[in-house]
T-cell receptor, first 117, second 113 residues
Framework: EPEVTQTPSHQVTQMGQEVILRCVPISNHLYFYWYRQILGQKVEFLVS????????KSEIFDDQFSVERPDGSNFTLKIRSTKLEDSAMYFCASSPTLAVISYNEQFFGPGTRLTVL | GIQVEQSPPDLILQEGANSTLRCNFSDSVNNLQWFHQNPWGQLINLFY???GTKQNGRLSATTVATERYSLLYISSSQTTDSGVYFC???????????????FGKGTHLIIQP
């Protein structure tokens, strides 16, 4: 069964460093998302992406964040200058085209645990 | 934005017991999903259920969209059912496109042997 994959599974970085989290969405999906979950808290939406541009973003997704689809398979989240409070689990998700009778179930990857020291 | 409330926040049961988890939401939705977050942190899709009733083995779910709530039923609980159960919704009037899901705070379920 197709699944969303994410790399790395764990990333440790120093405050102020740039990190890039990578995701490979399900191959026939067209909508991609990033979410984060601070330890012990609920999952929060960051950004959605369609047709090579941002579709929607939350207040959390400020100028230090960026997303990119550098090729036909990868979807990345870049954090330019990490802060201690960026420590969290980051989930990538994808969903099929909304053209299919408004079916837009989102499928999540296993997550990347980011620790900022 | 849309509000999602889940209850109870914590639930401890003996193996074999049945349970009902509730999700209330404050506005009309296009999408409602139930997830199980396992001890490794992975979010496992349980149901995509913006309306109606679905069953998958020992789990079933019902969403009454007109009354803005959804219920997740777990029957004959097993220790592997332990974890956090999240309800997440997509606001129907957020403008369309690739809408982000709004998650509830979850129900932390512990099944004791």
């Amino acid at each position: 069964e197709p699944e969303v994959t994410q790399t790395p599974s764990h990333q440790v970085t120093q405050m102020g460093q740039e990190v890039i989290l990578r995701c490979v969405p399900i191959s026939n999906h067209l909508y991609f998302y990033w979410y984060r979950q601070i330890l012990g808290q609920k999952v929060e939406f960051l950004v959605s992406f369609y047709n090579n541009e941002i579709s929607e973003k939350s207040e959390i997704f400020d100028d230090q964040f960026s997303v990119e689809r550098p090729d036909g398979s990868n979807f990345t989240l870049k954090i330019r200058s990490t802060k201690l409070e960026d420590s969290a689990m980051y989930f990538c998700a994808s969903s099929p085209t909304l053209a299919v009778i408004s079916y837009n179930e989102q499928f999540f990857g296993p997550g990347t645990r980011l620790t900022v020291l | 934005g849309i509000q999602v409330e889940q209850s109870p926040p914590d639930l401890i049961l003996q193996e074999g017991a049945n349970s009902t988890l509730r999700c209330n939401f404050s506005d009309s939705v296009n999408n409602l999903q139930w997830f199980h977050q396992n001890p490794w942190g992975q979010l496992i899709n349980l149901f995509y259920i913006p309306s109606g009733t679905k069953q998958n083995g020992r789990l079933s779910a019902t969403t009454v969209a007109t009354e803005r709530y959804s219920l997740l039923y777990i029957s004959s609980s097993q220790t592997t059912d332990s974890g956090v159960y999240f309800c997440a919704v997509d606001d129907k009037y957020s403008g369309g496109g690739a809408d982000g899901l709004t998650f509830g705070k979850g129900t932390h379920l512990i099944i004791q042997p």
